[in-house]
């Protein structure tokens, strides 16, 4: 890799969210019903790990909202109402594709992941950028990894909910009662690890927009794309 596009590299590499007309184009890589596309819909929605789309249960279904225990170190149960609109699409889902009333979307997160992996040539621009992973006190690159994963979604959730947050209620309460939305055990975490640059997701411009309705966009007659 040219000593330019290293340099650009590590700057994108403290970056760790998608911005959402990029996310868009995944989704609407896949058509409406379709698992991946479905998947990661639900993870966009609900700020979940990616390693929580496993053993997703009917039983965790109530009207219109999900409620799951979440893995890790988290504590309590994550509970997060979903749009019409989702449930729609998630019903062509279960008209389309074999399931299991214990798994749901019946998929690993690495696969997930790898079949993501699989249309980043299709999708192009930054899904195709790798950057470099810092070995700790090693001082060289230990490996190296795309820009936009998977993981990245649940730091968009965080990052513009964090904002919202904040500009109601000012930084520390935004970040306790971010902490407690998310079950994360301590506000440490939520700070350290999820809250990213405002201006990197463009926080400012969706302030006055929910995740539900950013990701609308994709489902109605126009795409997500046509409304950036």
């Excluded at 698992?35 to 990616?50: H, I, M």
């Excluded at 809250?195 to 990701?215: C, P, Q, R, V, W």
């Amino acid at each position: 890799m040219k000593s330019k596009q290293i340099a650009k590299a590590i700057c994108m590499e403290d970056v760790k969210i998608i911005p959402f007309q990029e996310l868009a184009k995944l989704i609407d890589h896949y058509p409406k019903g379709h698992k991946y596309r479905t998947c990661v819909l639900w993870l966009a929605l609900t700020g979940a790990r990616v390693c929580e789309i496993e053993h997703r249960s009917f039983d965790e279904i109530m009207g219109k909202y999900w409620i799951w225990k979440p893995r890790k170190k988290q504590r309590g149960v994550r509970k997060e109402k979903l749009p019409d609109w989702f449930w729609e699409e998630f019903q062509r889902y279960l008209d389309t594709h074999a399931y299991k009333r214990k798994d749901v979307f019946g998929i690993k997160a690495r696969s997930l992941s790898r079949k993501i992996n699989n249309v980043r040539d299709d999708l192009g621009g930054e899904w195709k950028t790798m950057v470099p992973v810092f070995g700790e006190g090693r001082g060289g690159v230990v490996r190296w990894e795309h820009l936009y994963k998977l993981k990245n979604v649940r730091h968009n959730y965080v990052t513009l909910e964090h904002y919202k947050l904040s500009e109601k209620y000012g930084g520390d309460v935004a970040v306790s009662l971010l902490a407690r939305r998310m079950r994360h055990s301590t506000h440490h975490m939520t700070a350290s690890h999820y809250i990213e640059k405002y201006d990197a997701l463009g926080a400012e411009k969706y302030s006055n927009s929910t995740i539900a309705e950013i990701m609308s966009q994709s489902v109605n007659q126009h795409k997500i794309t046509e409304w950036f």
